[in-house]
């Protein structure tokens, strides 16, 4: 009886434990061909992305031959290819389950400061105001400011504009894990005590 449910705590721990712990997904915009427009394609995986305030245009995957990691998501401002300013642009991403830690690609910058990266909590709380930092492609990480609900990427204000790519992010556990999570460990602590385990 004893190896029975000694077993039973095993299953439930490990499944506990793998419930628990929040994929980290990457997004790396080849997923598709290039020039598909970017909406609901990666809500499967908790993202959706919106036009922007200022262009109103919904984003595109396509080859930015000065960016080293293309294909990547460009905003669609404006421009006629082969002219470089139709990566000016903005748009919106939303995290359907709201992300802890959010990392992403952007550039290829031609000013520092240009960029504008705004930060909201799933309620539309501003959790950051951000800015690329250096010219060229710059690295973007948001950890450590609470849930993360949506995104607003602007380059419209860069000489040529920018692209973003390799989106990392990890969602908040589900709140079902987080139960489950707890009840394996108040079942262990339980079984200690009564000296089982």
Known sequence: MM???????????????????????LITFDE???????????????????PGDLTGTLPKIDNNSVNPTSPDLSPQ?????????QYAGDFWM????????VQFDSGYWDGVGNGVINVYDPAWNPLASLSNTTTGVNVTNISGMGPVGYIYFNSINDGFGADLDNLGFTPIPAPGAILLGGIGVSLVGW???RRTL
């Open 3 to 25: 190896k029975k449910l000694i077993m039973i705590c095993a299953i439930i721990i490990g499944v506990a434990g793998l419930a628990s712990a929040a994929p980290t997904y």
């Open 94 to 101: 939303r995290f359907t389950t709201p992300a802890v830690e």
């Open 32 to 50: 598709f061909p290039v020039g598909t427009v970017i909406s609901n394609q990666y809500a499967g995986l908790g993202v959706l992305f919106f």
């Open 77 to 85: 401002g404006g421009g006629t290819p082969p002219l470089f300013w």
């Open 191 to 193: 079984l200690r005590r």
